[in-house]
């Protein structure tokens, strides 16, 4: 399926997106959007319906303003505000049932080193009566008389909503030693009355999902380095262990994804294959069904199981892009109109479980168009626009993304995704308009993780409309891409992963696409660490780099225990790491050849260098450790730290002041200016 076309005109108004001019009419070039426009918090940032699709609640704010929740009734559509903070903002929040809302707080206004309280825990009916706290906000060593009846600070919603058909929720209680996560009890709320009651769980139990009534059903638990799946009899409400098998390393075993309306439990699995699938779980077997239920070609699965009250609806799952399969042929045909109004954009429809109106929920993206929420009247075909991430985004000026693969020089075929700028023309075409253009190498983080997938990304379209290429490879180590990509990879930071960066780098400069004298690394995390080696391995491809919040020393992720604690657990650190990583002392060698820090020296290319002065993933010792080895020979780099912020910048102000030194660092360096 091919997702990459080009954006049509506007077939309804609420949608107020620019059409595309013909080049013969194309306007002067204007001035690219501003950093703002890509990096503000947006004023909608979530929507749900009610269970009956009656209601719409919606996360909103205006600029500069608080986030709050607020109903809108869809007969009248009348507006309440139903929950809002005069010192934070609304957090998650999702419907209880028919009537009633639970919601928690965050705050968008303070970094990582400045947040010192919990989410809390907060229930109001759509109407806005019958507000009630049920736990704490704050975490207390003393409880005051007026606390004695809310659960503690620790206390968290479930990400998974339950029957939504009374009072009652079910929440979480994560209990740690230090970093390390112990366990986590699972507690019966009444949203009304504030009582809770505690169910008896699996030792070391981590998570938990709901059946099709609402009950917990599974509980995964972690003990030493493997994970194990138990299941909770219904009768007599004991837990057996289903199934235990290696939590980091091994290629068996399964994900528990959901249950289905008549009780069928449905969970990923690999089942000897390389790729993982949807698969059936037979409790009387005590075993998962040879038969997948959905198999995705060239992917893993990774997706969500779509039901109502009363049928399983559909799956949907992650391609090259975001898709539904769906099962139910009228949502087959109610997909079918939606897509024929919006025939360039991936659209997601979200039903109520139990609806009593025609309303569903839509959200619409594509590689050009950031996410739009819109809903749709099924009786009467018409739309209504709920909001928007990124507002001030004109799709026009976006760039065209594609999946592309290359070889890299053992013979692996590497994915990646490429965007070009809007005036160099489709990249989906193969016949590029730009040729020779500036071009980022932008390495995603984790490394364990799936780098991209199709759609509008904000840090890509800033880059691509300042006039870059960008090049986003999936390295060998990355997930979604099958056991074995993702096997190749371990132990090969600075190795055969970095080599698969470059052979990237080396295919666009083959292919017409890069400017060999302007290419510049950049990334964060593990991308960080990787622009730092690739600087290292490969001086004569990258004239710059760029690395924020990177790893700068492998034997500091292991032992780093400076001013800030490294929030990767022990026992990460001991079963997990050693084999995805390596082990400190057996691979001390290739350590020390491979970290950054011991290679300072030979970076002598430009360098951007940003670090948070509270994370905690790579603390901030990493960063500065480095600037000083790479400054005392190579006095081209900059530095710059933001106290407040943790893995990531959390602030507007900071998003705002990077990408501007980001800017300003690329423009210098292989900006357009620099062609000859």
Not at 422 to 434: L, M, P, Q, V, W
Not at 475 to 497: C, I, N, P, V, Y
Not at 523 to 551: E, I, K, Q
Request: aromatic share 10%; with cysteine.
């Amino acid at each position: 399926m091919r997702l990459c076309r080009r954006l049509a005109l506007p077939l309804f108004a609420c949608l107020a997106l620019l059409a595309i001019p013909p080049a013969s009419q194309a306007a002067p070039a204007a001035p690219p959007p501003a950093v703002e426009a890509f990096f503000d918090n947006p004023t909608f940032s979530g929507a749900e319906l009610s269970p009956d699709a009656r209601h719409l609640a919606v996360r909103t704010s205006q600029p500069g303003g608080r986030d709050l929740l607020a109903v809108v009734d869809l007969a009248t559509m009348a507006i309440k505000v139903v929950g809002n903070f005069g010192d934070a903002d609304v957090g998650a929040f999702y419907w209880v049932n028919n009537d009633r809302l639970v919601f928690t707080s965050a705050d968008k206004q303070l970094g990582a080193a400045d947040i010192d309280f919990a989410p809390g825990l907060y229930a109001v009916n759509r109407d806005g009566s019958a507000f009630r706290q049920l736990a704490e906000r704050r975490g207390s060593f003393v409880r005051t008389p007026s606390m004695r009846d809310l659960l503690p600070w620790n206390t968290y919603m479930m990400r998974q909503r339950g029957a939504q058909a009374g009072d009652s929720i079910y929440v979480v209680n994560p209990h740690f030693r230090g970093n390390e996560l112990l366990d986590v009890d699972l507690l019966r709320l009444n949203t009304v009355t504030g009582r809770s009651s505690p169910v008896k769980r699996p030792r070391n139990a981590r998570g938990y999902l709901l059946d099709n009534t609402g009950e917990p059903r599974i509980a995964t638990a972690v003990e030493d380095g493997d994970e194990q799946v138990w299941y909770r009899d219904p009768q007599s409400d004991a837990w057996r262990k289903l199934a235990q098998f290696p939590r980091y390393a091994g290629s068996g075993g399964f994900r528990p994804a959901a249950f289905g309306p008549d009780g069928t439990l449905y969970v990923e699995a690999r089942m000897s294959a390389d790729k993982s699938a949807l698969y059936r779980y037979d409790f009387a077997s005590n075993a998962v069904e040879p038969k997948p239920l959905l198999r995705v070609a060239g992917y893993d699965f990774d997706g969500a199981v779509l039901t109502s009250a009363d049928k399983l609806l559909g799956v949907r799952v992650k391609t090259d892009a975001s898709t539904t399969e769906w099962f139910d042929p009228a949502m087959k045909a109610l997909q079918a109109r939606i897509d024929a109004r919006l025939p360039n954009t991936v659209n997601l429809i979200s039903v109520a479980p139990r609806a009593q109106t025609p309303w569903v929920l839509v959200q619409s993206h594509s590689d050009v168009q950031p996410r739009v929420t819109l809903l749709f009247n099924s009786a009467t075909d018409t739309f209504n626009k709920v909001g928007d991430s990124h507002g001030k985004i004109d799709p026009a000026r976006m760039g065209r993304q594609d999946l592309v693969h290359y070889k890299a020089r053992d013979g692996r075929m590497i994915p990646a995704w490429l965007t070009l700028p809007k005036e160099a023309g489709d990249s989906g075409t193969g016949n590029h308009a730009g040729k020779n253009l500036p071009m980022v190498v932008l390495v995603h983080g984790g490394p364990y993780t799936r780098g991209a997938s199709w759609g509008w990304d904000a840090e890509v379209q800033f880059l691509a409309s300042r006039g870059y290429a960008v090049l986003q490879p999936e390295f060998r180590g990355s997930t979604g891409f099958g056991f074995d990509h993702f096997r190749a990879g371990w132990k090969q930071w600075g190795l055969a992963m970095q080599n698969d960066i470059a052979d990237g780098t080396r295919w666009a400069i083959a292919g017409g696409v890069a400017d060999p004298k302007r290419i510049c690394i950049a990334g964060a995390s593990y991308g960080g660490y990787a622009t730092l080696m690739g600087l290292v391995n490969d001086p004569d491809l990258y004239r710059c780099g760029v690395d924020w919040v990177g790893v700068t020393d492998i034997d500091l992720l292991f032992t780093g225990h400076w001013s800030f604690t490294s929030d990767l657990s022990d026992s990460y650190k001991q079963y997990g790491m050693p084999v995805l990583i390596g082990d400190p002392k057996a691979d001390h060698a290739q350590f020390k050849a491979t970290s950054p820090l011991a290679q300072a020296a030979r970076i002598t290319q430009p360098l951007l260098l940003a670090y948070g002065g509270a994370d905690r993933r790579v603390p901030v010792y990493h960063g500065k450790k480095f600037y000083a080895a790479v400054k005392a020979t190579n006095p081209d780099v900059e530095y710059v730290q933001y106290d407040e912020e943790g893995h990531g910048w959390a602030l507007p102000k900071n998003r705002f002041d990077f990408w501007r030194r980001v800017e300003r660092f690329l423009d210098k360096n292989i900006g357009a200016q620099r062609a000859q």
